[in-house]
Nanobody, 119 residues
Framework: QLQLVESGGGLVQPGESLRLSCAVSGGTLDTYAISWFRQAPGKEREELSCISRRSGSTYVAEFVRGRFTTSRDTVKNMVYLEMNTLKPEDSAVYYC????????????WGAGTLVTVSS
């Protein structure tokens, strides 16, 4: 059973950067694609990025492209979401999720980490 644990959330000021980490266990990044999503209170969940299994090719949603990037460390079995020039509207719970392919409905989810962008 794939397990994912997010870390790295917190309170930052507008314009600052933050790197979220997703620790993956119970499977490898050669087998699973890992995505990042977020959900703010009262809003729908948004798919942010995906890094594919095997090749590690990446997809980043257009509305955060240029500010957010995703990467992975296959030795550590970790996936990262680097977020730059953060805005108050980026405040949300951020989740990593895994499945065999990049999908908007992955089967395996972490519990989430809260990011708050506020001055």
């Amino acid at each position: 059973q794939l397990q994912l644990v997010e870390s790295g959330g917190g309170l930052v000021q507008p314009g600052e950067s933050l790197r979220l980490s997703c620790a993956v266990s119970g499977g490898t990044l050669d087998t699973y694609a890992i995505s990042w999503f977020r959900q703010a209170p009262g809003k729908e969940r948004e798919e942010l990025s995906c890094i594919s299994r095997r090749s590690g090719s990446t997809y980043v949603a257009e509305f955060v492209r240029g500010r957010f990037t995703t990467s992975r460390d296959t030795v550590k079995n970790m996936v990262y979401l680097e977020m730059n020039t953060l805005k108050p509207e980026d405040s949300a719970v951020y989740y990593c999720a895994g499945d065999y392919f990049c999908t908007s409905t992955p089967d395996h989810w972490g519990a989430g980490t809260l990011v708050t962008v506020s001055s």
